[in-house]
């Protein structure tokens, strides 16, 4: 299994990212989805998930209103709009699969078995 994700890069305050994230050797539908953040010197934190269908989303209280997240089941894609972004969202971006029986979000870090690389994002002011 491999999670692939992309997009990460230098924006300043109030620009707009788009993530992506792509799955490999997963039975993609089968996987609820979330994008998680670590910025240096905190603790990964849930920034959105995604039910396994997307019919279901959630969104901390810090992104809510400006991050998007969506995915393609056709595609085996995850994907996180970030839009009107701030330098508090400076941190390290991950996507992560969490294996789910039920159409659900999945919020806490230990249930998600498979994670990306980690893409950068940086925020100026």
């Known amino acids: 299994v491999q999670l692939q994700a992309s997009g990460g890069g230098l924006v300043q305050s109030g620009g707009s990212l788009r993530l992506s994230c792509e799955a490999a050797?997963?039975?993609?539908?089968?996987?609820?989805m979330g994008w998680f953040r670590q910025a240096r010197g905190k603790e990964r934190e849930l920034v959105a998930g995604?039910?396994?269908?997307?019919?279901?989303?959630y969104y901390a209280d810090a992104v809510k209103g400006r991050f998007t997240i969506s995915r393609d089941n056709a595609k085996n894609t995850v994907t996180l709009q970030m839009n009107t972004l701030e330098p508090e969202d400076t941190a390290v971006y991950y996507c992560?699969?969490?294996?789910?029986?039920?159409?659900?979000?999945?919020?806490?870090?230990?249930?998600?078995?498979?994670w990306g690389q980690g893409t950068l994002v940086t925020v100026s002011s």
């Open positions: 992560a699969a969490a294996r789910s029986r039920r159409e659900q979000v999945i919020r806490p870090h230990y249930q998600y078995r498979y």
């Open positions: 050797r997963l039975n993609f539908d089968t996987y609820a």
């Open positions: 995604i039910s396994n269908s997307g019919g279901t989303t």
